[in-house]
């Protein structure tokens, strides 16, 4: 469906393009509710026939710079590995529009909140799901690779530090560069697998009435690459949005590990590491997030990616980074936030 009469798509109203989009799909008749957002430019709602089915529209507006169509990839090689990602009802790459199967409201976190003896059965679910990813044929995505990892972390440096102290150190980011990405080549090494890049508490559903891996229901992976093994499980153990206890982390690993045969030693070094570069990233898209996109919300998650980037830092493979790092970044104190506000 192209924008009407050839018009640009960034200056036509949407909810005409939206209404038009629905109508075609032969969803027109059916009630829409606005759903949480996630922190891009998407919207998303839920659509709810007369006789109560439901499904779910994103709205990615291209002129915003999304597009539906990674979405549309990787979702499709989700389900030729059995995977429980939305199925797909109607799209239009053209004007951003994708219609999907609703998998609910039964996220982990508020499946846990909900009921907290849930907490350990979910998330080896969840991480029995990577395991099987990891165990599927790697699919054809960008690679995560010592480069791009460094240069995705050094986020903290041009908007995180900076943001607090007013300026960036181009030549300290350099540095941080270059001497993460030696790092991140003695450590993360191996064979490649499928990485969702943002599975966590709150892209992840409970099915309970499907079976085996499929009882976990997965969204959100449009970002998605191929890396190293154990990235995802940082993703899901080291959550920005929820405290995950030690113990669960611990043990999430060990089965992890005890399940592939993966070498122990080699595979908790990756997962500091690679815990630490993402940890970095994530200190910097919150701060941006603050000051450009006008969602301070995010900042009150800082202090425990800060915690997960602390601890990762003691680990000895991060040991020509860490005492410099630990006096170049300031702290996120009540001072400094503010300063991101």
Request: net charge negative.
């Amino acid at each position: 469906m192209a924008a009407p009469d050839g018009a640009n798509i960034s200056m036509t109203d949407r909810s005409v393009l939206i209404s038009a989009f629905l109508n075609e799909a032969g969803f027109g008749a059916w009630a829409r509710v606005p759903l949480a957002g996630d922190a891009s430019m998407r919207r998303y709602e839920r659509l709810t026939s007369p006789d109560g089915e439901t499904a779910v529209l994103m709205d990615a507006p291209p002129d915003k710079g999304e597009d539906i169509r990674p979405f549309v990839e990787v979702d499709a090689y989700l389900h030729e590995q059995g995977i429980s990602a939305p199925e797909i009802l109607a799209q239009d790459a053209d004007t951003g529009l994708l219609l999907t199967e609703d998998l609910g409201d039964a996220l982990f976190s508020t499946v846990i909140a909900q009921d907290p003896k849930q907490e350990m059965p979910l998330y080896r679910a969840a991480t029995d799901l990577l395991i099987a990813l990891h165990q599927a044929p790697v699919p054809d995505l960008a690679p995560l690779g010592p480069r791009v990892m460094a240069e995705m972390a050094s986020l903290v440096m041009t908007s995180y530090r900076a943001g607090i102290l007013g300026e960036e150190d181009e030549v300290l980011t350099h540095r941080f560069e270059d001497q993460f990405e030696d790092i991140l080549r003695q450590s993360v090494k191996g064979d490649m697998v499928f990485v969702h890049r943002d599975f966590h508490a709150q892209n992840l559903l409970w099915l309970p009435e499907r079976e085996g891996t499929r009882r976990v229901g997965v969204i959100d992976f449009q970002d998605a690459r191929t890396g190293h093994p154990a990235y995802d499980l940082v993703s899901l153990l080291q959550d920005a949005r929820r405290d995950v206890p030690a113990g669960v982390e611990m043990q999430m690993i060990d089965h992890y590990i005890q399940t592939t045969g993966v070498d122990a030693s080699g595979f908790h070094t990756a997962y500091a590491v690679i815990g630490v570069q993402r940890n970095l990233r994530i200190l910097g898209i919150f701060a941006r997030l603050s000051q450009e996109m006008g969602k301070p919300q995010y900042l009150d998650l800082i202090p425990r990616v800060w915690g997960h980037v602390m601890r990762g830092l003691d680990h000895p493979a991060l040991a020509t980074l860490s005492d410099w790092l630990r006096i170049e970044l300031p702290a996120p104190s009540p001072e400094h936030l503010d300063r991101l506000r």
